[in-house]
């Protein structure tokens, strides 16, 4: 044990958001779940990448989930920043139906990225989530509502939007067992008044557990901005691998 454990230290890491969906009653009361990384390389390489996340949660078991997701990534390579962004986000479920499978949920994010030329992007939104346990075969989920978002951008070049988006979302997860897990989520979010301006996202997650409450978490994320700043790609793909620590 001691052994596997160094060698899945030695591998870069960086925080993620979790990508697993949230079931109403699955773990009561107060859990939570820290993500965090630090790697620092010197010699050929002079590279630090710093990384925390946490994400929290509580259950009433009957009725409604609130959870909060937090996320930071910052990263240096020969002596330039690569990497500078925040993440947080904060959602309320509630049940509609006595069976628990259709909920209406609000949500509101805040975020930077500095590589993607967003100072900040601010949004607020809500709607209606389809829950179907297909037990052995996981659960299922699909989402529709919409949500206001706020972008200002770093650079003057590009004027500030205040937009209204169609939030329509698929995920699913599915537990091999009580410890791991994969999970997948997709997004696509247009204007209202412009279908062909849309973001649409992607993300597949495989988290195994490593020792008690320790887990390694395999995610790839693929994301598409039709009408990103100027200058910044439409698409993005990143491979992260992290520890995280349940409670």
Known sequence: MKSLLLLLLSLNLFAIVTITPTVIGKKVGFSGVFKGSLETKRGNSNVDNYSAGLRAQYDNNDSYVIWSDFVFDYGKALGKINTNKTFMHLRFIH??????????????????????????????????RYHNNMQKYGNLFFGFGSFVEDIEYISPINPRERNLRV???????????????????????????????????????????????????????????????IGIDKEDFTQKTSFLYKF
């Open 95 to 128: 049940t509609l139906t006595e069976n628990k499978s259709i909920n209406y949920e609000f949500f509101g994010q805040s975020q930077t990225n500095k590589f993607t030329n967003i100072a900040h992007r601010f949004l607020l939104g809500g709607g209606l």
């Open 167 to 229: 939030n329509s979302y698929i995920s699913y997860t599915k537990a091999f067992d009580k410890k791991n897990k994969l999970s997948y989520a997709m997004y696509y979010q247009p204007k209202v008044d412009n279908f062909g301006d849309y973001i649409f996202s992607n993300g597949l997650e495989m988290t195994i557990l490593v020792y008690e409450k320790l887990y390694l978490s395999f995610v790839l994320y693929y994301d598409v901005d039709s009408a990103p700043a």
